[in-house]
């Protein structure tokens, strides 16, 4: 089981003299149950990745399959659920219930079973179907319009979920939400979130790709990459900021065997260390 | 001075009853940043469409150095006096070169050719964008659009900028260098109205104002403000991690005042 890239390639205008390497032997796996976080800079070919993932696009090199099927367009039909940057632009039916309807009628769905579906997928985002249901999706909020979007993508029943800046342009509130959406959704699928920034979703990652013009600069596990803040500087992005206080210490020659991403101990970790001056 | 007195103002389409702001007053001193907090739908926004008139007050008033933003006769004045700066910086981009998008408002004022060329040089200046000029503003990133809105508005030589979260649609590293840019714009006496959902940047403000479905629920010094939790949570909004491990180290007895930066914590634990 998994959604497994195998040293998969992409060129755009490929044979032209437009051509335009975007990613290459980029191998990458996710699971059932699994966050995967792929972070790297504007360019880095973190969008090229998700599209191939979700059968978009087709590799110019190497291999995709999803569950054991080799992936194409057809294959990804409900198994891969991707949800585009800035989603509620894209909502266009009168009632949140209808466009969340939309995915699985398209999949061919049952009308008894679609209802179901939609309101198990808006429950599922923290939506109550019978306050949001119907509403027009234009009168939500940033936070609850995005919600809305992923339900959408939740009510198909994809195997595997791509989140594409889930939480970009959204306040607190709506940041913690789509937070508490993706923990989630982990007990169905597996997930793939791509943001520029490691900030957000590396304390509950499973594992970290990082991009760099078109090639993993690091994969691993999110926990060496939070013991190894280097791994971000040496793919030219910062760490998260806590990390990069962190480090600094260790770069002064203070003990910090393992480090955290939470604040409060954090701190306590620099005290313990004797890390600054009485 | 920008002056916020006594502001009520509805929406007339809204279903509700509540007002979007209610009884909100606050100035914007010359030389000063002052940052505006809130969630989505605080009245954030309307506020920073109060300052030149696009919407006016139900009551209370909006005055620009005294100029009243009810005052159609002053209006024109008052708008050159007011910068504004939006969220998107794609919608403010009005011309097919840098340079030229820069003068498109101070041309609009009948600003003569020399003192143009030396307008549009000294804003690109200020945002880091010179050398740029001739470039089409659509192949810049996103942090140099917002710079280069910034840069038009500068252009006018306005005494006030309204920003209206000029960094929620950028990367990291074009919100960093937009914020830098921003904080150095107080200089020569100009003030800057900040309107942002992002706490990590009332860094280095003078004041700072939260707002909370329409009402100020907090007005004073941003370093007071990030030690209110629980005000701020209640709010919607949510304290930077390095923040709240700036408080954390701060109880355990650390020498840090508030610092928000990863530079200026590494520099108040270890100098």
Same mark, same amino acid.
Not at chain 1, 109 to 115: A, C, E, I, K, T
Not at chain 1, 189 to 217: M, T
Not at chain 2, 121 to 149: C, N, W, Y
Not at chain 2, 221 to 235: I, K, V
């Given at each position: 089981?998994?959604?497994?890239?195998?040293?998969?390639?992409?060129?755009?205008?490929?044979?032209?003299?437009?051509?335009?390497?975007?990613?290459?032997?980029?191998?990458?796996?996710?699971?059932?149950?699994?966050?995967?976080?792929?972070?790297?800079?504007?360019? /880095? $070919?973190?969008?090229?990745?998700?599209?191939?993932? +979700? %059968?978009? #696009?087709?590799?110019?090199?190497?291999? @995709?399959?999803? *569950?054991?099927?080799?992936?194409?367009?057809?294959?990804?039909?409900?198994?891969?659920?991707?949800?585009?940057?800035?989603?509620?632009?894209?909502?266009?039916?009168?009632?949140?219930?209808?466009?969340?309807?939309?995915?699985?009628?398209?999949?061919?769905?049952?009308?008894?079973?679609?209802?179901?579906?939609?309101?198990?997928?808006?429950?599922?985002?923290?939506?109550?179907?019978?306050?949001?249901?119907?509403?027009?999706?234009?009168?939500? /909020? $940033?936070?609850?319009?995005?919600?809305?979007?992923? +339900? %959408?993508? #939740?009510?198909?029943?994809?195997?595997? @979920?791509?989140? *594409?800046?889930?939480?970009?342009?959204?306040?607190?509130?709506?940041?913690?939400?789509?937070?508490?959406?993706?923990?989630?959704?982990?007990?169905?699928?597996?997930?793939?979130?791509?943001?520029?920034?490691?900030?957000?979703?590396?304390?509950?990652?499973?594992?970290?790709?990082?991009?760099?013009?078109?090639?993993?600069?690091?994969?691993?596990?999110?926990?060496?990459?939070?013991?190894?803040?280097?791994?971000?500087?040496?793919?030219?992005?910062?760490?998260?900021?806590?990390?990069?206080?962190?480090?600094?210490?260790?770069?002064?020659?203070?003990?910090?065997?393992?480090?955290?991403?939470?604040?409060?101990?954090?701190?306590?970790?620099?005290?313990?260390?004797?890390?600054?001056?009485? | 001075?920008?002056?916020?007195?006594?502001?009520?103002?509805?929406?007339?389409?809204?279903?509700?009853?509540?007002?979007?702001?209610?009884?909100?007053?606050?100035?914007?001193?010359?030389?000063?940043?002052?940052?505006?907090?809130?969630?989505?739908?605080?009245?954030?926004?309307?506020?920073?469409?109060?300052?030149?008139?696009?919407?006016?007050?139900?009551?209370?008033?909006?005055?620009?150095?005294?100029?009243?933003?009810?005052?159609?006769?002053?209006?024109?004045?008052?708008?050159?006096?007011?910068?504004?700066?939006?969220?998107?910086?794609?919608?403010?981009?009005?011309?097919?070169?840098?340079?030229?998008?820069?003068?498109?408002?101070?041309?609009?004022?009948?600003?003569?050719?020399?003192?143009?060329?030396?307008?549009?040089?000294?804003?690109?200046?200020?945002?880091?964008?010179?050398?740029?000029?001739?470039?089409?503003?659509?192949?810049?990133?996103?942090?140099?659009?917002?710079?280069?809105?910034?840069?038009?508005?500068?252009?006018?030589?306005?005494?006030?900028?309204?920003?209206?979260?000029?960094?929620?649609?950028?990367?990291?590293?074009?919100?960093?260098?937009?914020?830098?840019?921003?904080?150095?714009?107080?200089?020569?006496?100009?003030?800057?109205?900040?309107?942002?959902?992002?706490?990590?940047?009332?860094?280095?403000?003078?004041?700072?104002?939260?707002?909370?479905?329409?009402?100020?629920?907090?007005?004073?010094?941003?370093?007071?403000?990030?030690?209110?939790?629980?005000?701020?949570?209640?709010?919607?909004?949510?304290?930077?991690?390095?923040?709240?491990?700036?408080?954390?180290?701060?109880?355990?007895?650390?020498?840090?005042?508030?610092?928000?930066?990863?530079?200026?914590?590494?520099?108040?634990?270890?100098?």
């Amino acid at each position: 089981m998994g959604l497994i890239a195998r040293d998969i390639g992409y060129t755009y205008s490929e044979g032209t003299d437009f051509e335009q390497s975007a990613l290459s032997g980029v191998s990458f796996q996710v699971s059932p149950g699994e966050l995967m976080l792929v972070v790297g800079s504007t360019g /880095s $070919g973190k969008s090229t990745l998700l599209r191939l993932l +979700a %059968g978009l #696009l087709e590799p110019t090199s190497g291999a @995709l399959m999803v *569950d054991g099927v080799p992936l194409s367009a057809k294959t990804t039909r409900g198994a891969v659920g991707l949800v585009f940057q800035d989603p509620e632009s894209q909502m266009f039916a009168e009632t949140v219930l209808d466009d969340v309807c939309f995915g699985p009628r398209n999949l061919g769905v049952s009308d008894s079973d679609l209802h179901v579906r939609a309101e198990e997928a808006l429950s599922a985002v923290g939506l109550d179907p019978d306050e949001y249901g119907a509403r027009s999706p234009f009168g939500l /909020s $940033g936070g609850e319009a995005r919600r809305a979007a992923i +339900a %959408g993508v #939740l009510a198909m029943r994809p195997r595997y @979920l791509l989140l *594409d800046e889930p939480t970009a342009w959204l306040d607190a509130s709506g940041r913690s939400a789509i937070r508490e959406v993706v923990r989630a959704s982990r007990n169905d699928a597996g997930v793939v979130v791509v943001s520029h920034s490691a900030e957000e979703f590396l304390g509950e990652a499973d594992g970290l790709v990082i991009l760099s013009e078109g090639q993993i600069a690091f994969s691993g596990t999110a926990r060496d990459a939070i013991d190894d803040p280097a791994v971000f500087h040496r793919a030219g992005l910062q760490p998260p900021e806590i990390l990069a206080v962190l480090q600094g210490a260790r770069d002064r020659g203070f003990d910090l065997p393992e480090l955290t991403l939470d604040p409060v101990c954090a701190a306590q970790l620099l005290e313990k260390a004797g890390a600054w001056l009485r | 001075m920008l002056s916020y007195c006594n502001i009520i103002f509805r929406y007339p389409s809204s279903s509700d009853e509540a007002a979007a702001l209610c009884d909100v007053s606050f100035d914007v001193a010359p030389g000063t940043r002052v940052v505006v907090l809130g969630a989505n739908g605080s009245g954030k926004s309307t506020l920073a469409r109060l300052a030149n008139g696009l919407l006016l007050p139900e009551s209370g008033s909006v005055t620009v150095d005294g100029l009243r933003t009810s005052d159609e006769n002053v209006i024109r004045e008052l708008r050159q006096r007011v910068g504004m700066v939006f969220q998107r910086p794609d919608d403010q981009i009005v011309a097919t070169t840098v340079e030229e998008d820069v003068a498109f408002g101070p041309e609009n004022l009948g600003i003569q050719r020399d003192e143009l060329r030396l307008r549009v040089d000294a804003a690109l200046a200020a945002v880091h964008l010179t050398g740029l000029e001739s470039r089409e503003p659509h192949v810049l990133s996103g942090g140099q659009k917002q710079r280069l809105a910034i840069a038009g508005a500068i252009a006018m030589h306005p005494a006030y900028l309204v920003l209206d979260e000029p960094t929620s649609m950028l990367d990291p590293q074009g919100r960093a260098d937009v914020l830098a840019i921003i904080k150095s714009l107080t200089g020569r006496d100009r003030g800057v109205l900040h309107i942002t959902h992002d706490l990590a940047e009332v860094a280095g403000a003078e004041s700072a104002i939260v707002l909370d479905r329409g009402h100020v629920v907090f007005q004073g010094d941003p370093l007071e403000l990030l030690g209110e939790g629980r005000l701020l949570s209640r709010c919607g909004l949510e304290l930077p991690p390095l923040a709240r491990m700036a408080i954390e180290l701060r109880r355990l007895g650390a020498p840090v005042e508030g610092s928000q930066t990863v530079a200026t914590l590494q520099e108040a634990l270890w100098g």
